[in-house]
């Protein structure tokens, strides 16, 4: 009867003894991008937030043009009328406004599809617990740490290249859009591109908090309710707080360290809410929070069963 014993190799008719070795990081990389592929909800949720995204970017695109069509013709954008002399100085002031805003107007659509990251996020790390699968998951690599670096790694640089990919096309076909009215800018302009990759890196920050969040809480529902609480909800109750200027209680001392507004000062330019701090500094206060809930996932998936 022959018997199988691990680390063993059979050489010239010998058995001869492989001493035991720790997998590695590089091993459950590859473990957890073979997962993450594989599942055919990693697709879904992909296409599904890059339409949201360039979709919505290209309709709030084409609602600018039609803005500036209906100022060109003699009305408001309500209806209204204008006067005859005025129109020319509307349709200037107007469209300088619009180009102004012209990368925030056609990424307008990564309000809605950074809910939709927020999903995926949670899921990558979730849909174990809820399937069992952590368990096999640690029984072949029992260094949880190295499982929980492993499936950060690889869940963030697949939401870096989508979040990149999404933004680019979403800004191109705006300004295509934009373009009809001489509203658009181009990607060599002053601080443009460095905007269209912020929308990248946000949108990948984003799926990097609430992975962190699907971390702590194992639950899927409870962690998606939680980031898109998190990342919409609280940006949306803010506007029912008092508007600048209004003293410490204000709009103003809350809109800069809610994470969205945050995060997206990168490429919304001011455009949903008001942001004391510059670009890269809301951008790293973001990154903070999402650090955080990363280092309080990893806390507890270290301590807790699976």
């Known amino acids: 009867m022959a018997s199988i014993a691990t680390h063993e190799r059979l050489v010239g008719g010998t058995v001869v003894h492989n001493p035991p070795g720790r997998a590695g990081f590089i091993g459950a990389v590859r473990s957890e991008f073979t997962k993450i592929r594989s ?30 069509l209906r100022i060109k013709s003699g ?12 129109v020319h100085n509307a349709v200037e002031q107007v469209s300088a406004n619009i180009r ?47 499982v929980y670096a ?24 705006g300004q295509a859009i934009l373009s009809s009215q001489d509203l658009n800018v181009t990607i060599g302009q002053h601080a443009v591109l460095a905007q269209v990759l912020g929308a ?49 209680f204000g709009q103003a001392d809350f809109d800069k360290w809610i994470p969205f507004f945050a995060g997206s000062h990168l490429w919304q330019n001011q455009m949903l809410g008001v942001n004391p701090f510059s670009p890269w500094v809301g951008f790293g206060v973001f990154c903070a929070y999402a650090a955080a809930a990363i280092i309080g996932g990893f806390v507890l998936f270290k301590r807790r069963d699976a």
């Open 39 to 68: 599942v055919r909800s990693t697709y879904w949720t992909l296409i599904a937030m890059f339409v949201v995204c360039v979709g919505i970017g290209a309709l709030f695109s084409w609602g600018q043009t039609e803005r500036i």
């Open 75 to 86: 009305n408001t954008f309500r209806g209204g009328p204008i006067p005859p002399g005025a």
């Open 100 to 146: 102004a805003e012209a990368v925030a107007v056609s990424l307008f659509g990564l309000l809605i599809g950074q809910l939709i990251i927020v999903v995926l996020g949670s899921l990558t790390i979730t849909s174990e617990y809820s399937t069992g699968m952590i368990r096999t998951s640690l029984t072949s690599m029992p260094r949880r740490g190295t």
């Open 150 to 173: 492993a499936k950060a790694v690889v869940f963030g640089t697949v939401a870096l290249v989508a979040g990149l990919v999404t933004s680019f096309v979403a800004f191109f076909l």
């Open 200 to 248: 990248g890196l946000f949108l990948a920050v984003t799926g990097l908090l609430s992975f962190g969040i699907g971390a702590m809480m194992r639950h899927s529902a409870g962690a998606i309710s939680t980031g898109i609480g998190i990342m919409f909800v609280l940006l949306i109750l803010t506007n029912f707080l008092p508007s600048p200027p209004s003293g410490w």
